[in-house]
């Protein structure tokens, strides 16, 4: 019995998602057409989508991108994305600064 508890138990724990970020998004995403599909499909944001979930109902995503035009767009790009997929637009902030010229970082924060 104490076996079954325990297997349950990690295989729980795995599915979970342990860390918070952050998660990179490269220029390259941006290079390629998007779609809600291609968007799911990127592993960073996949994991940063399951992560948000599963944590309390005040977390929120922080997208921090590089400043200027073009990480702005990035950023309210992938935010509408992220809206148009389900995700309430309260649990989504974003941020300038703080990051390489060629990259969003996300992260989930409480």
Same mark, same amino acid.
């Given at each position: 019995?104490?076996?079954?508890? %325990?297997? =349950?138990?990690?295989?729980? $724990?795995? +599915? %979970?998602?342990? /860390?918070?970020?952050?998660?990179?998004?490269? =220029?390259?995403?941006? /290079? +390629?057409?998007? !779609?809600?599909?291609?968007? %799911? +499909?990127?592993? =960073?944001?996949?994991?940063?989508?399951?992560?948000?979930?599963? @944590?309390?109902? !005040? !977390? @929120?995503?922080?997208? @921090?991108?590089? &400043?200027?035009?073009? &990480?702005?767009?990035? +950023?309210?790009?992938? @935010? =509408?994305?992220?809206? $148009?997929?389900?995700?309430? #637009? #309260?649990?989504?902030?974003?941020?300038?600064? &703080?990051?390489?010229?060629?990259?969003?970082?996300? #992260?989930?924060?409480?």
């Amino acid at each position: 019995m104490k076996r079954t508890c %325990l297997v =349950a138990l990690l295989l729980f $724990a795995t +599915a %979970l998602p342990a /860390a918070d970020g952050p998660w990179v998004i490269d =220029a390259e995403f941006w /290079a +390629a057409p998007r !779609s809600g599909q291609a968007v %799911l +499909a990127e592993p =960073a944001l996949r994991t940063a989508i399951d992560t948000l979930m599963f @944590r309390e109902e !005040s !977390s @929120r995503l922080l997208i @921090r991108y590089p &400043g200027g035009e073009t &990480g702005q767009l990035w +950023a309210e790009e992938l @935010r =509408a994305w992220l809206i $148009a997929l389900g995700i309430p #637009s #309260s649990r989504i902030k974003t941020r300038p600064g &703080g990051v390489r010229n060629d990259q969003l970082l996300l #992260s989930v924060v409480p």
